[in-house]
């Protein structure tokens, strides 16, 4: 998506697997700080990590595209897990950290995108 929240359809080299401080991120990436063909705003610099593989997308089409089987989402009572990648500094949240973060890195304090909040339903119950 662009700054306005639309997709764009921007072309770039793609990879399959690309590595953020030491952590493997599956999908279709585009840089080094967890962008995708999907998503690829400035402050679109997260990756989640799938409960029913043990990976980290960037996004669910990601998953859809290169897993091979269906998501699983995280339970209410897993929120202690750490399952959020930061692509600036690379930085683990766990789910509650997350969603506590005010759209930022706890760590780094780079902005996340606030609209992925629009998709918690698909990751997270």
């Not at 897993?78 to 506590?100: M, N, P």
Request: glycine share 4%; aromatic share 12%; with cysteine.
């Amino acid at each position: 998506m662009n700054s306005n929240g639309h997709k764009s359809s921007r072309l770039t080299a793609v990879k399959s697997t690309d590595f953020i401080a030491g952590k493997a991120v599956y999908g279709r990436i585009i840089d080094h700080q967890t962008r995708c063909t999907h998503y690829h705003s400035s402050v679109d610099i997260i990756a989640i990590k799938f409960k029913c593989c043990d990976r980290y997308y960037p996004c669910f089409e990601c998953h859809e595209e290169v897993a091979g089987h269906a998501p699983e989402k995280w339970k209410e009572d897993e929120r202690d897990t750490k399952a959020v990648l930061c692509g600036v500094c690379g930085h683990e949240l766990t789910i509650q950290e997350y969603f506590s973060s005010n759209h930022e890195c706890p760590e780094c304090h780079s902005s996340f995108n606030p609209r992925c909040q629009l998709h918690y339903h698909l990751y997270f119950d």
